[in-house]
């Protein structure tokens, strides 16, 4: 499904809004017409999720990402009261403590700049998780810390290798990853899954141990409440299994949250920066409105943060950033739903004329919505629909008013899905992300470092590689004197293959796979102090 990041409208443009692959396996179709996209989303009886497509995210227990009928009514019941504004406050303070850090972090860097702003951004936004999940507060520096008593891992480190193997999870239960004749690699991840879950386990018993006065503001703390009230105020005759939710479902909704909310919210962040980086009349932009706000509330004392009630309200402008970094770069390209065990019908645009003829989904069959379509449709968002352009999004009617959120029809911007199953995050990420930004830009700017020796462009977008109006590519070509770099024709007898790098030997030693990929997916950052007479400038 990855082929649409790259495709973006460019197939629809040829097919129309809707076009269908008829396979072997059954059909698919694919839609990109919001109308369509909103109705699919709305009726979650008649488009429901395909089980086995969402079936490796039930790797502690089911959750509200994979059940469906009355399963999901219950879930939804019970898990959208832990996303709250107590919730929001908490994710304000420590996104902030975290992206101080990393900013501290990086400016020790100096002139050289960072190239982690991806794996940066991914231990922000996880240290974020474990204090909102559990209220489990790690430094954002990247020290060793050891497990608690009865743990050989942290609840961090066990959370962040599942998290980065849920395809593994996927082919293989977790069940069988411990087992002694499995490669340690898997076993790792089998012991990471033990843990995490014992991690949870423990915390849910000491949720469940404490007074209501003794309780924590976190979402196992909110998630366990809502679960055992309900459980308390409907016990007697009912069936067991539709009161509250078991410890199983509790450990994959927790589990579920944080798959959700961390490459996503991390990626978008490191996606964001790197913009803002090659487009400084956008960061001068943002940064206007964070000085702005920043004049009206100091910096507090020691120890104290900014109030969120107060200061996330104004950031229009940061908010505006994510949306248009979402809508170019988001990380959900295809939102899939199957037609239900009966015929559906759907209006289409007719392209004769302004009206719309229906169409009938066959029962059970694949039903596709194309983000990266939806997001890029010059008929809904003008012709500079392939642009960053993060202004677009905010409008006011006169000199005098403040800036406002323009108004999208329905299922014409759906990062966070639509309908009913709306994702319950999507606070909880926007949050995360105006707070970072907040404080990111708020005394500091983002500029890309020229590779030494580099040659075209020396400006901020010449560090933006285009390719013809489809996508940004955000790159740093690496040195060329690396073999992998350019690789010498490769003989097929092993003798010549050994002549062949013989020269290259003295240069450097072959990175792996992951060293490679790494090595050629950076942009460099170098993040510079703004004094004070700049932020007055």
């Not at 702003?117 to 991914?122: E, I, M, N, Q, S």
């Not at 104004?314 to 009966?342: D, N």
Request: hydrophobic share 35%; net charge neutral.
């Amino acid at each position: 499904m990855g082929w649409s990041f790259q495709d973006k409208h460019k197939l629809h443009d040829e097919l129309g809004p809707l076009f269908t692959l008829v396979t072997p396996a059954g059909n698919e179709v694919t839609v990109a017409d919001p109308e369509v996209a909103h109705t699919v989303l709305a009726r979650r009886k008649d488009y429901i999720k395909p089980a086995i497509m969402y079936e490796q995210l039930n790797v502690f227990g089911r959750n509200l990402n994979t059940v469906n009928g009355e399963d999901w009514q219950r879930h939804r019941r019970l898990t959208a009261p832990s996303f709250n504004e107590k919730i929001s406050s908490l994710v304000w303070d420590e996104a902030g403590r975290q992206a101080h850090d990393m900013i501290s972090a990086w400016t020790q860097q100096g002139e050289r700049g960072t190239k982690d702003t991806v794996p940066d951004t991914a231990t922000l936004a996880l240290h974020v998780l474990t204090n909102a999940a559990f209220g489990a507060a790690y430094p954002f520096s990247k020290g060793v810390s050891k497990g608690s008593p009865g743990h050989e891992m942290t609840y961090k480190d066990s959370l962040s290798l599942c998290l980065s193997n849920i395809i593994t999870f996927a082919i293989l239960p977790k069940k069988y990853l411990s087992l002694s004749y499995m490669p340690m690699k898997l076993q790792r991840v089998g012991q990471a899954a033990r843990e995490f879950q014992q991690y949870m386990a423990e915390m849910l018993d000491s949720e469940r141990g404490s007074t209501k006065y003794e309780r924590t503001v976190n979402l196992m703390s909110a998630l366990v409440r809502a679960s055992d009230e309900d459980a308390e105020s409907k016990a007697g005759g009912q069936d067991s299994s539709k009161l509250g939710l078991t410890d199983d479902e509790i450990f994959g909704n927790i589990f579920a949250y944080n798959l959700a909310g961390h490459e996503t919210t991390a990626n978008t962040v490191a996606f964001a920066l790197c913009l803002l980086a090659a487009y400084p009349e956008y960061q001068d932009w943002v940064r206007e409105e964070i000085l702005e706000v920043q004049a009206d509330y100091p910096p507090p004392a020691a120890g104290e943060q900014q109030s969120y009630e107060q200061i996330f309200p104004r950031l229009q402008r940061c908010l505006a950033v994510m949306y248009e970094t979402l809508r170019l770069y988001g990380s959900v390209v295809f939102i899939p739903r199957a037609a239900s065990s009966s015929p559906q019908t759907i209006s289409l645009p007719d392209n004769n004329n302004n009206e719309r003829r229906d169409v009938v989904i066959p029962p059970s069959t694949a039903v596709n919505i194309n983000l990266q379509a939806l997001h890029t449709d010059p008929k809904l968002w003008g012709p500079d629909a392939l642009e960053w352009r993060p202004t677009r999004w905010l409008q006011k009617s006169s000199p005098h008013e403040k800036e406002s959120f323009i108004s999208t029809a329905p299922g014409q911007y759906i990062p966070w899905a639509d309908g009913p199953r709306v994702c319950p995050g999507q606070k909880f990420a926007q949050v995360e992300f105006v707070r970072v930004m907040f404080a990111s830009l708020g005394g500091y700017r983002v500029v890309p470092v020229p590779k030494e020796g580099g040659e075209g462009e020396t400006t901020e977008k010449g560090f933006l590689y285009r390719l013809p109006r489809t996508y940004i590519l955000l790159r740093v070509k690496p040195p060329a004197i690396h073999p992998f770099n350019n690789p010498p024709h490769r003989p097929k007898k092993k003798s010549q293959k050994k002549i062949a790098y013989k020269n290259h030997e003295k240069h450097t030693s072959p990175l792996s796979p992951q060293q490679r990929k790494r090595e050629n997916s950076y942009i460099i950052l170098h993040i510079s102090f703004c004094s004070v007479a700049s932020k007055q400038a």
